[in-house]
């Protein structure tokens, strides 16, 4: 098989398998390595080549370029397996993206990117002042991760372009009229932006703090 849609396979199923389209080099190559190596047993350059092909890749629009450490996102994948499971809605959800993504952020469970986000923002919503939500029956408080700048729309899978938002506001962001919708996406990126650099400061005075003892 030539290495362009081979490679598209296997970031594929990479990308099924974690449950999250962004994904980094490092980590697909170290998974994949044996699968590559026995594909092509006689490119001893086989890392250089797989970067050569994801560049193709990108050039055809299947993948992005996240960020220049090695950061990547498939756009050519419809749906991840386990996000939607009836045939019937899934015709619907490919005709209005909006809908499919919403539901699949309303609904995802365990999978790699809500986690980072509950983790690093909380179970708050980001909105200011926001108190809407409640407990679950393990005792944690429900909230939903929201795509910030949405996946269709060229939007990542990175913690950079997540929030944690209440059930009331998630809606909001998807589904209120475009003023609304382009306000609170500016104010959600702001929100965003400002606890990162929270998060940062803290890290480097905890870090000073830690060497001057």
Known sequence: MPWKPFILEQVADFCQSRGNRTFHLQEFLVERENLIRSAYPENKNWEAKVRQTLQFLRNDGDVTFVDQRGTYTLRTLELLKGEVEDEKVKEVLR??????????????????????????????????????????????????????????????????????????????????????????????????????????????????SHKRL
Request: net charge neutral; glycine share 8%; hydrophobic share 35%.
């Open 95 to 208: 005709a209005h993206p909006e809908k499919r993504e919403y539901l699949i952020e309303a609904f995802a469970r365990d999978r790699g990117w809500v986690a980072q986000a509950k983790e690093f923002y909380g179970h708050r919503c980001l909105y200011e002042g926001c108190e809407n939500t409640f407990k679950k029956p393990n005792g944690t408080l429900y909230i939903e991760v929201h795509h910030i700048i949405p996946l269709y729309a060229g939007g990542e899978e990175g913690l950079w372009n997540l929030a944690v938002v209440c059930a009331h506001h998630h809606k909001m962001a998807h589904f209120a009229d475009k003023r609304t919708r382009v306000w609170l996406t500016e104010y959600l990126t702001r929100e965003a932006e400002e606890r990162s650099r929270g998060r940062a400061l803290v890290a480097t005075h905890g870090n000073a």
